[in-house]
């Protein structure tokens, strides 16, 4: 269904990364947009810290411990570059619909994305041979309304079918992403929870691209968009999240998970895709966040650089905004590597000729500049001494030299067979 790795040595052994996973399946530039997830020993579905050895996140030492490549941040498919990625995207989508952790808004667009399911698998529609199959297993898609199940599901997905005869499996596959992007529960990581306020009431917490969103069988969705978040905390089992209101009034949640473990994972799911969907860039307190152990307390209190005893909390290293401009980059860098038919060593090297020439020229533009103002290019000498260091505007208001300190009888203008202007400077 979708990328697994099974480790069959000593957990100990071990310091995966996703990063590993992913340049073995072709994904080169977009590898952040996922993470490895794996199930503890009590059934919990958990993240795993991939700034930290695997001995530090996972108790269990039986082996073997599977890890699962999941879509980590799920962005709209216009934005994915690799075809790799959006195979990935889609496998991903797939396994949450077929598992009911993606919900659709109505069972018209349950049908249409079987029906692409059932595309994707290079199946077109054959009235003497239908992939029933297919259609049977892709019915466990859910809607909303799940209790409206309408009686015609089948006649619509094979009328769904009919209509993507002939496309390709890459195309449908674009389209089903496209479908799921505009769900409601789209990229949501779900929370099961209790209130304190009323601890017999089950909650739903989700957390995704826009925020949290908060619901349970006796209350409507509520939405808590990241804007509104004021301050966010998790204690033990506990998760405290601080909001405004509507009416600019400022409320809390609290909540109570099954675990330490979900608890702290309800937090990071938070601050990760608050930082990863709604910010420029990823901040170093962000990125350096990390707590010790006793051992390593004991350690930084003689040197504050040592590793000993940390562990990372955070796996956020590029908001949405800088893996793409990042993948585009290097995307178009190797466009034109192979058109020109360059070797990386040739690329190498120009760039480090054009660094050379871009430094040079810096430098002139440097010595051009007016040494009083800093700001207009150099146009007067001094006489009789010759010094040329200043604008004319500067130069009239010197009496001495400010390199000889010799007394200025004269300023003459000079004229430069080229002009250094500011924009020059700025463009480089």
């Not at 890890?67 to 790799?84: E, M």
């Not at 909540?255 to 601050?271: C, E, F, M, Q």
């Amino acid at each position: 269904m979708y990328a697994t790795l099974l480790l069959i040595s000593k957990i100990d052994d071990f310091n995966v990364r996703v990063l590993k996973a992913c340049e073995y399946l072709g994904i080169t530039h977009e590898a952040d947009y996922f993470g490895l997830k794996y199930e503890n020993s009590r059934g919990e579905e958990l993240w795993l810290n991939l700034r930290n050895p695997i001995d530090r996140q996972v108790s269990c030492h039986a082996v073997p411990v599977r890890f699962s490549l999941r879509v980590k941040f799920w962005i709209p498919p216009h934005l994915l570059l690799q075809d790799t990625t959006k195979h990935q995207f889609y496998l991903n989508a797939k396994h949450d619909l077929l598992e009911k952790i993606l919900l659709v808004d109505n069972w018209d667009v349950a049908a249409y994305l079987i029906a692409l399911i059932a595309q994707a698998e290079e199946i077109d529609y054959d009235p003497l041979h239908p992939p029933h199959t297919i259609y049977m297993q892709a019915s466990s898609v859910s809607a909303i309304n799940s209790s409206e199940k309408p009686q015609d599901l089948l006649q619509k997905i094979i009328h769904e079918h009919k209509q993507l005869k002939g496309g390709k499996r890459a195309s449908a596959e674009y389209w089903l992403l496209k479908a799921v992007s505009e769900q409601e529960t789209f990229g949501e990581e779900l929370f099961h929870v209790a209130a304190k306020q009323h601890p017999h009431e089950a909650l739903t917490i989700g957390v995704g691209p826009h925020g949290l969103s908060v619901s349970s069988e006796t209350r409507e969705k509520q939405l808590i968009t990241f804007s509104s978040v004021i301050s966010a905390c998790s204690h033990k089992r506990y998760f405290r999240v601080g909001y405004l209101q509507e009416d600019g009034r400022t409320t809390e949640l609290e909540v109570k998970l099954d675990s330490n473990h979900l608890a702290s994972g309800l937090y990071r799911a938070l601050t990760e895709k608050h930082a990863f969907y709604s910010c420029e860039t990823v901040t170093s307190a962000v990125m350096a966040q990390c707590i010790r152990d006793l051992k390593g307390i004991l350690v930084s209190i003689f040197n504050e650089d040592s590793n000993q005893g940390k562990k990372y909390v955070f796996d956020i290293r590029k908001t949405c905004r800088e893996v793409y401009d990042g993948a585009r980059r290097a995307i178009y860098q190797e466009t034109n590597m192979q058109t020109m038919g360059l070797s990386k060593s040739e690329c190498h090297n120009d760039g480090e000729n054009f660094k050379d020439s871009q430094e040079k020229y810096l430098r002139l533009l440097d010595s051009m500049l007016c040494k009083i103002c800093m700001d207009s290019q150099i146009d007067t000498a001094f006489l009789p001494c010759g010094h040329v260091l200043a604008c004319n505007n500067c130069a009239l208001r010197c009496e001495k030299c400010p390199i000889c300190r010799s007394n200025i009888k004269q300023c003459q203008k000079l004229f430069l067979p080229v002009e250094f202007r500011g924009a020059d400077r700025i463009d480089c």
